[in-house]
């Protein structure tokens, strides 16, 4: 499986502008910039984008863990952090709360250690990775 985006630029890197286009068309030209991603401005930024995608694939790989110890979650919301430092993202931390029927608090959090640990987007990242995870 190959899946792929594309970035156009124009300018200089504080004032100029781009646009990200995805090969599903979720994104299709959408804006980002020096504002966006330094500031306040309208528009998307990588770290954003790779905050979606941890949050996503951590989420699916729980859903996974979860099916194979025989539960079905109800939900799980996952919100990820991504801190960009020094021009160095410097951590991700993710914040799970989950409505899992019948499940105990330790084969919960086997299920969330394993889909820290090798979800796609965890093993791709370089940096700290940290997990929140509430049972509710």
Known sequence: MKRNATALWKGSGKSGNGILSSQSGTLSKTQYSYKSRFEEGTGTNPEELIAAAHAGCFTMKLS???DAAGFTADELSTQCDITLDGGAITSS?????????????QKFDEAVADAKANCPISKLLNTDISVEANLI
């Open 64 to 66: 996974f863990n979860l």
């Open 93 to 105: 931390h993710l914040t799970l709360n989950a409505k899992v029927p019948g499940i105990s608090k």
